[in-house]
Every structure is written in structure tokens, then in C-alpha cells.
């Protein structure tokens, strides 16, 4: 196993091409030789360094190194980082590196949208574990040079200070966190994490989203996952909405692609006919249908050439009536272990089918809700673990079944009103807003430092450190 260090990290314009030097502590740690010859590296750049002795007897672990040393791993010295040892390779690495792939935007403010404020968070955690973090969109790529462009993100507790950009080598890790348009940058994107996954050495977590039909037949393959599971089928023809209607009184019908409630429309049927609800911004809109003809022809018309499923509704348990769902997340740590990191209850707004917090929904604490509209304290109790047994399950069998880099998933699930369990979708790139709603501050906290903790892992660093 390779022995782990944290070392501040300098460099110095005096020292010789290829020559270092180190604190009494570190030579002492890593018993290093006047004169020895071995490897440095830092993300996918590695270059050949000679130990040149003691620069100070700190018992700060520290190495200094020439400015062509620095200038071949792009680091932006000074830095604190780990030193992973491999005697049997004579390889010392610097890191990890990690690169956080997502959209650019034009604002200085702003340079990563609504995600830049978590971007700020995720530095701080890789800063905390002694790491490099940086953030890239697939324009900030020069492929023929093989370095990005990254921009390095200030502290969150740092108002003054902008994003600062930076060229730096191809990371340890990337973690996927874009969410790209239609159109050129989508283009971009995909020519980018194809070319990625495959590039020596470099590990690419979360890399694919969930179309709602992909997920369906994804999770239709495992025998106990599956009776979790609403009916749901493709939109192929009008044939299929009405037949889904004849079997059920409600039906949804969600564009395969959509997020934040987007575009999803609640068919009803009622004895004077059939209802579509749907959403236009936070409005809910109403339309009534004397004959399910005219509503066909309403819904091809509205649905384009855009692929949807149909699937079952689901008669789910209200609070203060309004429907609620639960949005629990999972997420790997340092050892590459799923873990449920928190989970959340969404309120569906007045007036709403909708959860989802962007379309008006609330945010509340499972422990205060689940007592309160399930009475018998033991059917509430065999509701929460049947949930955490089925989260667990389904992060799993992902993994094994779909990719096993994946390293968080947010599951969101509905209980009827028997208390039973079902499972709604599934969230490759989940935001953590519902836990600040409700004041969780541990789950905040451990939602932004796990993507950090298991980047270590996929590295083949380790978090823990020797003690100054």
C-alpha cells in the first residue's frame, strides 16, 4: 500500500533544472539520499528529479522544487498536498487532481451558473483533504497540448477574490457535473467524455445521466427492485395512452430526458371525461376533455416528436394535503462504499402534483413528517428501513449493472397511502438544496466532502494524512 504524506509544496527559481530539496522531516520520512534520482508526478505529467539535500529543519513536512519541475506539472505552487509513495516504482505523487467537469457561462460572478456557489464548496473540501481542485468546461481543453485551462475556485468564506484561471495537466479524477444544452456545447460535451473515459489513467466519475425510460428498464432487470416499480412504458403510439388509461384512473406522461418537473403532464379520468394537469413556470394549468379523442389529439399535438414515458400515477400520501416524495442521496466515500448520505422529504406546492422544490415545492425533515401521516409508529418504522434496504439496492445494482464508477445517485421515492414504497426516479447530477431547506448541516457538509473523499479513492489516495 502506498504510505501517504501531506507536504506544503514550493518552488524556488534558485534550484538547478530537475533538482529538489526537501524539509529534515520529509528526507527522514521518505529516507531519501543525497543525490538519489526518482519520479515526480502530478496528474498525467511525471518528469525525472534529483534530490539536492535539506532546504531548512522544519518539522513542517515541505518540498521545494525548480521552476522547470513546476512548469512540467502545472501545479500553482505554493500548494499543500498529499505525497503518495511507491518505493517499488521510485514514482512520488503529487495530488490527487481533481478536474470538475460542467458548463461555462459568461459571468464573472458566476463563471459556473447556479452551481458555482457548490464548485466554491467542493474546493474547499479537496483543500481540507489536501488536494488540487479545479473546474473545465469542454472548451477550456487543448487536446493537442494535452493540458486545460481550469479555473481554480476561491474559498467560499472568501468575498474578495474571483475565480482564477490557470493552465493545468489532465487530473486524476474528473467528476461530471455538466448539464449541457441542445445544440453546439452538448456536442462539445459528448466528444469530450468519450474522449476522456479513455484516456491512461484518468478516472471519470458519474459518467452518464438517466433517461427516465433507461432507468425504468435498468432497474425492471432486478427481480426485487422491480416491484418497486410504477407501470411504465415507452410512447410509441396513441395506442398506448389509452391503454394505460383504461387501466389506470391516473396517469403521468414525462418526457424521458426532462428534469425539475419539466414538461410532465397528469392525465385523469373523471366522470365527465378526462383531465390534464400541467405546468407553465410555477402555474398549474387545468384542461377538461369530453372524449378521449380529443384528448389524443391535445397530447400528440403537444408532445412533438420528443420521446415520453406513460406511467402508472400513484395515489401518494399527502401532507396537509399535498403530496410528498422523498429525495434521499448516495454517495461512495474513501473507500469506494455506498453510503446514504441524507435523505429529505419534498412537499408538493398548493395546488400542485409537482415535488420538485423548483416548481414550487417545500422542503421538510422525514423524521418530523413520516409520524405525522402514518400514526402506527411501527408501519412508519418499516417504512424508513424498507427505504434505506431498497436506496442501498438500487445504488448497488447500478453500479454493477450500469457503470461501477458511478459515485453519487439521488433516489427519489413516493409511499402510497397503504405505505407502500415506490420507486419515482432516479438524479445523476443531484443538487443538495433540499438539505439546506431543512437545516441539515451535517448532511450539507458531508454531501460536498464525499465526491471529494471518493475521488481519493478512484486516485488510489487515501484521506488520511500523518499527523503534523
Request: proline share 6%; glycine share 6%.
Given at each position: 500500500m502506498?504510505?501517504?504524506?501531506?507536504?506544503?509544496v514550493l518552488c524556488s527559481s534558485r534550484l538547478p533544472r530537475g533538482w529538489i530539496t526537501g524539509s529534515v522531516d520529509l528526507r527522514r520520512n521518505l529516507n531519501l539520499n543525497l543525490g538519489q534520482q526518482l519520479y515526480l508526478s502530478a496528474g498525467n505529467r511525471k518528469v525525472p528529479v534529483q534530490y539536492a539535500g535539506d532546504h531548512d529543519s522544519s518539522s513542517i513536512l515541505s518540498l521545494c522544487v525548480a521552476n522547470n519541475i513546476q512548469e512540467c506539472l502545472m501545479l500553482p505552487l505554493p500548494l499543500t498536498l498529499n505525497l503518495a509513495v511507491d518505493s517499488k516504482t521510485n514514482l512520488y505523487r503529487l495530488g490527487p487532481l481533481v478536474g470538475i467537469f460542467a458548463n461555462?457561462?459568461?459571468?464573472?460572478?458566476?463563471?459556473?451558473?447556479e452551481q458555482t456557489s457548490f464548485f466554491r464548496k467542493l474546493g474547499a473540501a479537496a483543500s481540507r483533504l489536501n488536494s488540487f481542485c479545479f473546474a473545465f468546461s469542454p472548451g477550456d481543453i487543448d487536446w493537442d497540448n494535452k493540458v486545460i485551462y481550469g479555473s481554480i475556485p476561491p474559498l467560499p468564506s472568501d468575498e474578495l477574490s474571483?475565480?482564477?484561471?490557470?493552465?493545468v495537466a489532465f487530473p486524476d479524477v474528473i467528476y461530471d457535473r455538466g448539464l449541457f444544452p441542445r445544440g453546439t456545447q452538448r456536442g462539445a460535451?459528448?466528444?469530450?467524455?468519450?474522449?476522456?473515459?479513455?484516456?491512461?489513467?484518468?478516472?471519470?466519475f458519474n459518467p452518464a445521466f438517466f433517461g427516465k425510460w433507461k432507468t425504468h428498464r435498468l432497474l425492471s432487470k432486478h427481480e426485487t427492485?422491480?416491484?418497486?416499480?410504477?407501470?411504465?412504458?415507452?410512447?410509441?403510439?396513441a395506442a398506448d395512452i389509452r391503454e394505460m388509461l383504461a387501466k389506470h384512473r391516473t396517469v403521468y406522461i414525462k418526457p424521458c430526458g426532462g428534469s425539475s418537473g419539466k414538461g410532465i403532464i397528469r392525465l385523469t379520468s373523471s366522470s365527465c371525461g378526462f383531465i390534464a394537469d400541467y405546468r407553465v413556470a410555477r402555474e398549474l394549468k387545468t384542461t377538461e376533455f369530453t372524449t378521449r379523442d380529443d384528448l389524443i389529439?391535445?397530447?400528440t399535438g403537444r408532445m412533438g416528436d420528443r420521446r415520453y414515458i406513460i406511467q402508472q400515477g400513484l395515489e401518494l400520501?399527502?401532507?396537509?394535503?399535498?403530496?410528498?416524495d422523498l429525495r434521499i442521496l448516495m454517495q461512495k466515500n474513501s473507500q469506494g462504499r455506498w453510503l446514504r448520505t441524507g435523505m429529505a422529504i419534498r412537499v408538493a406546492g398548493q395546488q400542485n402534483f409537482i415535488t420538485n422544490l423548483h416548481a414550487g415545492g417545500h422542503a421538510a425533515r422525514v423524521s418530523r413528517v413520516l409520524p405525522k401521516t402514518f400514526a402506527n409508529p411501527e408501519l412508519a418504522r418499516k417504512i424508513l428501513a424498507d427505504i434505506r434496504r431498497l436506496c442501498l439496492l438500487i445504488a448497488s445494482w447500478v453500479s454493477i449493472e450500469y457503470n461501477p464508477l458511478f459515485g453519487e445517485i439521488a433516489i427519489d421515492l413516493g409511499i402510497d397511502e397503504s405505505g407502500k414504497v415506490w420507486i419515482i426516479e432516479l438524479n445523476a447530477v443531484p443538487g443538495r438544496s433540499v438539505f439546506r431547506r431543512i437545516g441539515a448541516a451535517g448532511v450539507q457538509l458531508r454531501a460536498v466532502s464525499r465526491p471529494m473523499e471518493y475521488a481519493f479513492f478512484l486516485a488510489g489516495f487515501r484521506p488520511q494524512t500523518n499527523k503534523d
Open positions: 502506498l504510505k501517504l504524506y501531506k507536504v506544503k461555462r457561462f459568461d459571468k464573472l460572478s458566476k463563471p459556473f451558473g474571483g475565480w482564477q484561471t490557470t493552465t460535451a459528448t466528444f469530450a467524455r468519450k474522449t476522456l473515459r479513455k484516456y491512461p489513467g484518468l478516472k471519470f427492485i422491480y416491484r418497486y416499480l410504477p407501470e411504465t412504458r415507452l410512447y410509441t403510439s389529439n391535445y397530447l400520501t399527502k401532507l396537509d394535503g399535498s403530496p410528498f
